[in-house]
């Protein structure tokens, strides 16, 4: 782009900004905005971003989104575009305080610790995610910048390398996106959702949104037959309302299909109704139930799908009724009915609440506040469980009830009794031997429900047990039972050191690193703490100890090799470095396909260095794939397939369902074993009320051999459904 040419465009994306920011500030207030932009301007002096943008187009994008999409004011907006250049500009704390004042210094100061993480570090995304939630509790907008900065990056993600944008989309789907949920930033999160799923998972997404666009007259016809009616009946009881068809974001409805196990015509709820009242502060409540009223009187509700979230709104500030009706046709529709201000705290969350702060909004995020920083206090061994504990508090349901008192407590949805009682206060939860719910004896494993009213039991010679964090769902609780539970097994370790210390000298045997080390290596224990506990609670034999630091190291290094054959074609995998190329290769390390996704050839795959197994190689698209991508990106590797000498298979798992009839094992085995010549591991099948479900492992050579395989199974008669299937769990 030539210099002219890059000027118009940097002078339209401005006015561009001016425009969605001029609602939002006074004018001594634009004027600090215009300065901004001439300060940045003038840092970034062609400069660009990583990505090739040039720095100006970057900043004006996240100040843009900030300003439009987010609805923040001038500090935020200043904040924005001054992000990411004032490094460049070199600028002092004194002049930037001076110029544009002390709340944008101390967000932008907030911003660049952030930014000064090290991201080749241990743990990066750890500690990454550790100092956002600290500067949350301090500024909010440090966190919102951050997202709307987020947003931008995934906007422009096909400008980077195909590594850089599955990391970049796995840590915003695992992370970023379930903090935009907490806030109650509805639409950021849900193009946050969608944008990451667009490079995690191509094929899906690109095949519902083909559909989306097929089935777009259809849909828009159906919302038409199912508001005018609507619309002129609340009209003529002078309700001042606005009725809009929204259709689920991909990523929701992907979920769906998933959850639900269907297909895409099978998703009921495609689109929404959503009801918006222009109602007064005081006729909130009263207006949104006589709406309610008006609707069930046209269209016939679903009693169990009615959710109130007027009477008890969620944590993150949203506030809504959701009916499910009988629409035209007889099909579902999902219908949502808000005020305006309700309406606009849905889709911009935190942002609106300060618009609303006199009116007490602001309790349940306070809380929620609260909690996050008793987290970040407490130290974590574990900085990997650190990053769970916090993703479980920001993506979930919640439940609500109360103690003896009527004091309500708002809880993860499967909350149990014990979590309740760490919740209470964690020397409560840690004597807890039991509970009563609405006065009836319960063990403290038993998982709460909606209203039930709930007393602890204690006693003093209680203490946190490991099986404890099988059924707790709280980070709280989890993390002190952990704290507790490393106090008793640091005591034991000292114990148990001690002792084999003592039995050393005895053996004569040199108390050294090599000796814990060949131990460790024996019994495959992770660290010597692990060790010494054993010992001192006598689950490892100490003579047995002696008699394997006397064996000689056995180094043979043995390689998997087969040489069966069936139908012509290999059934177990000789060495990867025939069909791979992974980059850097480590010497002396396996290469094992990971068993969650079972990659075969023609799949998008990645490496990753494992800490006991070697590299694992995954199916981008593999269950596991955000979080590994997310959490451990340091490790993960590039890889890809290359055209091997000879016919390779490889196993993967095949999904059946379809209706019950004598013979059904016997047809399918004649496709796959006669007809297409493959081989089958293992048939599991389950019938009920005349339908069956199971699964088939084969081996197939590639994506398309099984493409091929999956469409014969699909004309067998009476086979209804036939897909690809990843094993729960598996690793």
């Given at each position: 782009m030539d210099k002219d040419l890059l000027n118009k465009e940097i002078h339209n994306r401005y006015r561009g900004l001016l425009r969605v920011s001029e609602p939002l500030a006074q004018k001594d207030e634009m004027r600090s905005i215009r300065e901004a932009f001439h300060y940045a301007m003038d840092a970034c002096d062609g400069k660009k971003t990583s990505s090739g943008e040039p720095c100006?187009?970057?900043?004006?994008?996240?100040?843009?989104?900030?300003?439009?999409?987010?609805?923040?004011g001038s500090t935020s907006i200043i904040s924005a575009l001054l992000y990411n250049i004032v490094e460049v500009a070199n600028s002092t704390r004194e002049e930037l305080e001076k110029r544009f004042g002390v709340q944008v210094l101390l967000i932008?100061?907030?911003?660049?610790?952030?930014?000064?993480?090290?991201?080749?570090?241990?743990?990066?995304?750890?500690?990454?995610?550790?100092k956002l939630l600290l500067n949350l509790a301090s500024d909010v907008r440090v966190i919102l910048i951050k997202l709307a900065e987020r947003l931008n990056d995934l906007r422009n993600l096909d400008k980077l390398k195909r590594k850089e944008q599955l990391q970049i989309a796995s840590e915003t789907y695992y992370l970023y996106a379930p903090l935009a949920h907490r806030l109650g930033l509805y639409n950021i999160k849900t193009d946050l959702e969608d944008l990451s799923m667009k490079y995690i998972e191509k094929d899906t997404y690109n095949t519902i949104s083909n559909k989306l666009k097929e089935s777009t007259s259809t849909r828009n016809k159906l919302i038409r037959e199912f508001s005018l009616p609507l619309k002129e009946k609340l009209n003529k009881q002078g309700f001042d309302i606005e009725i809009k068809g929204r259709t689920k974001s991909i990523h929701s409805i992907w979920m769906k299909m998933k959850k639900q196990n269907v297909e895409f015509e099978e998703v009921y709820d495609i689109?929404?109704?959503?009801?918006?009242?222009a109602s007064k502060p005081e006729r909130e409540k009263a207006d949104c139930w006589q709406v309610y009223s008006l609707v069930t009187d046209l269209y016939q509700p679903n009693p169990q799908r009615l959710r109130d979230w007027i009477a008890i709104p969620k944590s993150n500030g949203y506030e809504s009724l959701h009916t499910t009706v009988v629409g035209p046709g007889g099909r579902w529709v999902e219908v949502q009915i808000r005020t305006s201000r309700m309406n606009e705290i849905a889709e911009k969350g935190y942002a609106a609440h300060w618009k609303y702060k006199e009116q007490g909004w602001s309790k349940g995020l306070d809380d929620w506040l609260s909690k996050m920083s008793e987290i970040l206090k407490t130290q974590e061994t574990e900085q990997i469980d650190f990053i769970d504990h916090v993703k479980l508090n920001l993506y979930s349901d919640e439940i609500f009830v109360f103690t003896p008192k009527g004091d309500l407590k708002q809880l993860p949805a499967g909350s149990t009794v014990l979590d309740f009682a760490f919740d209470i206060h964690s020397d409560i939860g840690s004597a807890c031997i039991s509970g009563k719910v609405n006065n009836k004896?319960?063990?403290?494993?038993?998982?709460?429900?909606?209203?039930?009213?709930v007393e602890i039991?204690?006693?003093?010679?209680?203490k946190p047990k490991t099986d404890w964090l099988n059924f707790v769902v709280t980070s709280k609780a989890k993390t002190k039972i952990k704290q507790a539970l490393n106090e008793e097994k640091f005591k034991a370790a000292e114990a148990g050191k001690e002792i084999l210390k003592r039995r050393f000298r005895n053996w004569k045997i040199q108390?050294?690193?090599?000796?814990?080390?060949?131990?460790?290596?024996?019994?495959?224990?992770?660290?010597?703490?692990?060790?010494?506990?054993?010992?001192?609670?006598?689950?490892?034999d100490l003579p047995a100890l002696k008699e394997v630091l006397s064996q000689r190291d056995d180094k043979r290094d043995v390689?998997?090799?087969?040489?069966?054959?069936k139908n012509g074609i290999q059934t177990t995998i000789p060495k990867y470095d025939d069909y791979l190329v992974i980059e850097n290769k480590v010497k002396n390390l396996d290469y094992k396909l990971a068993k969650c996704c079972n990659p075969i050839f023609g799949d998008e795959i990645f490496g990753f260095v494992t800490i006991s197994d070697g590299i694992k190689i995954h199916r981008v698209n593999c269950p596991n794939a955000p979080q590994l991508l997310s959490k451990y990106g340091y490790r993960v590797i590039n890889t890809k397939w290359i055209p091997a000498q000879g016919t390779k298979s490889f196993e993967t798992t095949i999904k059946v369902s379809g209706i019950d009839d004598i013979g059904m094992v016997s047809r399918l085995s004649d496709v796959i074993s006669r007809e297409m010549r493959v081989n089958i591991r293992n048939i599991s099948v389950n019938s009920n009320e005349g339908l069956f479900e199971g699964t088939i492992k084969v081996f197939v050579m590639d994506t398309a051999h099984l493409d091929v395989l999956l469409h014969k199974i699909m004309r067998v008669k009476g086979v209804l459904k036939a897909s690809r299937y990843d094993e729960p769990g598996a690793k």
């Open positions: 100006i187009f970057h900043a004006l994008a996240i100040a843009r989104i900030v300003a439009e999409e987010i609805g923040l932008l100061e907030g911003l660049s610790k952030i930014s000064e993480l090290d991201t080749d570090k241990t743990f990066y995304q750890a500690e990454n995610f550790r689109f929404a109704i959503r009801i918006v009242i004896n319960v063990p403290i494993r038993h998982i709460l429900q909606n209203g039930d009213q039991i204690t006693a003093k010679s209680q108390f050294s690193d090599d000796n814990i080390k060949k131990l460790l290596t024996f019994y495959k224990l992770k660290t010597s703490q692990d060790l010494y506990s054993l010992i001192a609670n006598e689950k490892i390689k998997p090799v087969s040489t069966e054959k």
